[in-house]
């Protein structure tokens, strides 16, 4: 990708599919919208948030006032990444905790964490956890009303994470993405619903504005003058151009065929799991195809014996325990891909109520016996 002088149709290709998406998420045709491709959601996460970072800065020292302690506001289902970038650029990371009953953003709590200091809010679309998407159009109202009462313009970044080339083709009307006047940036994975191999992610600016021209290095590297935003310097170009492939080839209702088809088979996972005695779902009809289920009581807290179970199959069901204040619920968790057939979830199904048959064991290291339900 970096030697444009040489491979100058990879830039070509690369500025194509920074406009589709922009198209895809709805940028306004009166703003001038950019971005870059990166390595995956990790860099793309980070040169956005350093975006925000650097122009709230700006407009800090414009007004004279203090630019020494930049906070960023998150819920407690954000991607490690964004703790990465507090650390790693000198932020206060505000997070919001999960509650046993709530494991998405709280809007009213984000309200309450933001200061003057705050250089964004952050927001997921299919969290990494449960796959549940932040409430995202509840958030702009209210920072759209914080700043017609105090004046104050807080930007929101979306992890398109799961989610980003899911819902512009099964909830097109949905609004998330640009359509939102808070929404100034978005990050999309290419290679979780884009279909690419890893790794390709993209970040999206709404306005050319909202990205610093500080941040902007232009070289003049074997030849050519160039523009770049990214963290490394070389980066594959393969995974750009099948991205680009992708959305050709496919278009709209090809995406749409697949997404459809991998929603309906997650929302016939979670059917047969909501009609368990053993399991719950964490939602019986989920909005992505990503179910996060659990135990019921009396075995809630054995997710990683099925997990272990599983594996005896062939099956990696990751099982794990959810952020503060929801540390003490555990959950098992399925991505259903364009490649997971219905007979291969019916297959899974039988698996799993054979790895249940350890629950009739006591739990590990715990004395007593639990019978199955």
């Not at 509650?99 to 969290?127: Q, S």
């Not at 996972?269 to 964490?282: D, N, R």
């Amino acid at each position: 990708m970096v030697d444009q002088n040489e491979y100058p149709q990879t830039g070509i290709l690369q500025h194509r599919v920074i406009h589709m998406l922009a198209d895809l998420f709805h940028a306004p045709k009166e703003f001038d919208v950019t971005g870059t491709s990166t390595i995956g959601s990790s860099e793309a996460i980070l040169l956005g948030l350093l975006a925000h970072k650097k122009r709230w800065q700006n407009e800090r020292k414009k007004k004279g006032l203090p630019f020494d302690r930049p906070n960023l506001v998150v819920g407690g289902d954000v991607h490690v990444v964004w703790d990465k970038f507090a650390r790693y650029f000198d932020v206060e990371m505000r997070t919001l905790p999960m509650k046993p009953d709530r494991f998405i953003m709280d809007v009213g709590e984000a309200l309450r964490r933001i200061d003057e200091n705050t250089i964004a809010v952050g927001a997921v679309l299919g969290t990494t956890f449960t796959g549940q998407i932040d409430p995202i159009p509840e958030l702009n109202r209210a920072l759209e009303h914080l700043e017609s009462e105090t004046g104050q313009s807080v930007p929101i970044h979306i992890d398109g994470a799961s989610g980003g080339f899911l819902l512009p083709f099964l909830d097109p009307d949905f609004a998330w993405d640009f359509r939102l006047s808070h929404v100034r940036s978005i990050n999309v994975s290419g290679h979780k619903f884009g279909l690419v191999y890893p790794g390709v992610g993209w970040l999206l600016f709404r306005d050319r504005q909202d990205l610093p021209d500080e941040l902007v290095f232009r070289v003049n590297y074997l030849g050519a003058e160039e523009e770049t935003y990214t963290l490394n310097f070389s980066s594959n170009a393969a995974f750009v151009i099948a991205q680009y492939y992708n959305l050709l080839r496919l278009g709209k209702e090809g995406y749409r065929s697949i997404m459809e088809n991998c929603r309906s088979n997650a929302r016939f996972l979670a059917g047969k799991l909501a009609g368990s005695s053993l399991f719950t779902p964490i939602d019986a009809h989920p909005s992505l195809p990503i179910v996060a289920f659990r135990l019921k009581p009396p075995h809630a807290g054995r997710e990683t014996e099925i997990a272990s179970e599983l594996r005896k199959f062939g099956w990696i069901v990751p099982a794990y325990t959810l952020p503060p204040d929801a540390q003490d619920i555990s959950v098992l968790r399925v991505v259903v891909r364009e490649q997971v057939s219905r007979p291969m979830l019916e297959q899974l199904l039988d698996h799993i109520e054979v790895s249940s048959r350890i629950l009739l064991s006591p739990p590990v290291g715990h004395p007593g016996t639990h019978p199955l339900c």
